[in-house]
């Protein structure tokens, strides 16, 4: 049996070393000049692989059962030991972010390739038509004159994010023209674009908090991470993650409300009562917890500069500064789109596949993995979990189709 993995990212390689047994003769089509592009470049070089957090729950997806059965199908250990089997042990930090040992994304790539010695890689080869025959498939490339043959077929091509990167989404429409339903693509994982205004002052600041995501004066989603003030809006994982509800048609209709003291606003409000803090500046009390342009930023907004002491605060002026600190919203202007997006949302919808299998219900030989499905992770090694998740569960799919034969 012959097989076509188009896409040389996470999902395509390890659906390739997996499918690569004995009967089974795998070719890889790759749009780019080399594999793992993307991949290269994962966790600022470092590889975030993984995540102990990665479960069905964590993901946004149109079809929350089958998600939660494929990630029953092959558990989050299994995978790891998957990863170790072909050479890339890993380990986790403190808070569950799982990196190769060797904290090498290039690492991982050539090891990875490595694994597949020997099956043909047609490298700047972009597939941009799929064909379904009887006796299997037809895939197309940008030069008319040149096609290829598959009895099955995996498609691990992912999404048009970090176009930069070879990123595409050439294949969005061949496979709805095979009966898929593709929901609508948007940039994910992305920084928000937000009111230059407000926030002018507070460029390069860096800090936890806690971010509600508001429509039409009603929380939508709220996530508490890291976040870092731009001149231009605001970066990081604690906006990135609620990123893909914003609708870059309409930006407008959101607003961000922002807590900058997420897990300690009562430990400011204890500060406030301590007896032995009572003689410090209200700006000492506030750079315990705060860096230094944020505590600016209050003081000014609640014109309490000029309080020269903790003890002359009144409970009103306590109140007032608990306030500004829980509850700073600040207009959305738009999203910086696929270029500065990590991952993006919709696409071949998840309900079409077998999620035992990952083959499609629409059409059969056809096979899925990876980012071209509608399945988002936030920041943290999710979404690479899920890309080797899916990539081993097509390949093992093909595997068992073969035996049926």
Not at 328 to 342: L, N, S
Request: with cysteine.
């Amino acid at each position: 049996m012959q097989i076509g993995i188009i896409g040389g990212g996470a999902a395509g390689l390890m659906a390739a070393i997996q499918a690569h047994q004995p009967g089974i003769e795998v070719q890889v089509f790759d749009a780019n000049a080399s594999s793992g592009r993307k991949l290269s470049t994962t966790g600022a070089g470092r590889c975030n692989i993984s995540n102990r957090s990665a479960n069905a729950d964590a993901y946004f997806t149109d079809n929350s059962a089958a998600l939660k059965t494929c990630f029953e199908s092959k558990p989050n250990l299994e995978v790891l030991k998957t990863l170790e089997s072909i050479g890339i042990p890993t380990t986790a930090s403190e808070d569950g972010w799982i990196y190769p040992l060797s904290f090498s994304a290039a690492n991982v790539v050539g090891i990875m390739e490595n694994n597949l010695k020997g099956i043909p890689f047609f490298h700047n080869t972009l597939i941009t038509g799929i064909q379904k025959t009887e006796k299997g498939f037809i895939l197309s490339t940008a030069d008319r004159t040149q096609q290829y043959t598959a009895d099955k077929i995996i498609v691990a091509c992912g999404s048009p994010a970090n176009p930069q990167l070879g990123a595409r989404g050439d294949l969005y429409q061949p496979l709805e023209n095979l009966g898929h339903t593709l929901l609508p693509v948007r940039p994910a994982l992305t920084p928000i674009e937000t009111d230059a205004v407000l926030f002018h002052k507070l460029q390069g600041v860096r800090l936890d908090a806690e971010i509600s995501l508001v429509r039409d004066k009603r929380v939508i989603a709220r996530t508490i991470g890291n976040i870092i003030i731009t001149q231009w809006g605001i970066n990081g994982p604690g906006v990135m993650n609620i990123s893909h509800l914003i609708d870059p048609q309409h930006p407008g209709l959101y607003s961000l409300k922002i807590n900058f003291a997420p897990n300690f606003s009562d430990a400011i409000r204890n500060s406030f009562m301590n007896s032995g803090l009572q003689d410090l500046s209200l700006s000492s009390i506030l750079k315990g917890f705060f860096p230094a342009k944020i505590v600016d930023f209050l003081l000014r907004q609640t014109d309490l500069a000029q309080i020269k002491t903790c003890k002359e605060l009144s409970n009103k002026h306590k109140e007032l500064l608990l306030k500004t600190i829980q509850a700073q919203e600040i207009t959305v202007r738009g999203v910086r789109g696929f270029k500065h997006a990590q991952a993006s949302t919709g696409g071949i919808a998840l309900s079409d596949i077998d999620p035992h299998t990952m083959e499609s219900r629409i059409c059969k030989g056809l096979f899925f993995a990876g980012e071209i499905l509608n399945v988002l992770g936030p920041c943290g090694g999710f979404n690479l979990h899920w890309a080797f998740l899916s990539g081993i569960l097509a390949a093992r799919g093909i595997i068992r189709s073969q035996t049926k034969i």
